[in-house]
């Protein structure tokens, strides 16, 4: 009950709001916007309508993300638009926790998933989708589609490296997706 009280005598502090225009560009990931730095990454990760849903959950409760060792907090258990997302990643003063928002989600017969955008205060700024896809012959495929650009001294300074790490998580997502589908 103090909590309660707590809180409501503490300031309200304004949400961050988005830090891109282009809100929803990874619906139609052909056609991403120009002057960001593009991700396309596709995995086969199982086969049959059973693994799709166990994908699909585990993507769209944001196990995936804390299965790949990222710290993922949410303020809601499934990803639906408006979402609060910080996910962190690193060890110790290292660990670094970056603010994003659920921009769009899809809950489909054969696609299930959903993107976030980032926040004012991450070190990039755009949209990063991840989806899982049934296809006609039972092919389970992960994809992670985004456009970034930096947003902060540090990730300009870090240049090429960031696009790297980028790619490298999304195969990570990827990998961990394929075990908790096994599983």
């Given amino acids: 009950m103090t909590r309660l009280l707590q809180d409501l005598h503490r300031p309200a502090h304004p949400r961050p709001s988005l830090s891109y225009r282009e809100v929803g560009a990874t619906r139609t990931p052909e056609t991403l916007p120009e002057g960001y730095h593009h991700l396309r990454y596709e995995a086969v990760v199982g086969h049959g309508r059973a693994a799709f849903e166990a994908a699909g959950a585990a993507v769209t409760t944001f196990r995936m993300h ?16 408006g979402v609060a997302v910080e996910v962190s990643a690193g060890l110790g003063p290292l660990r670094m926790a970056v603010p994003c928002a659920v921009i769009w989600t899809a809950y ?15 070190p990039e700024c755009g949209e990063e989708s991840f989806t899982v896809h049934l296809e006609a012959d039972g ?45």
């Fill in 66 to 81: 804390r299965s790949s060792g990222a710290r993922l907090l949410a303020d809601a258990e499934r990803a639906v638009p």
């Fill in 108 to 122: 489909e017969q054969d696609r299930v998933g959903f993107a976030y955008g980032t926040l004012t205060g991450h």
């Fill in 139 to 183: 092919t389970v495929r992960f994809a992670v589609t985004a456009f970034s650009r930096p947003a902060s001294w540090y990730t300009r300074l870090a240049g090429p490296v960031v696009p790297l790490l980028q790619r490298a998580y999304a195969r990570h997502l990827g990998r961990t997706l394929r075990r908790l589908v096994r599983t």
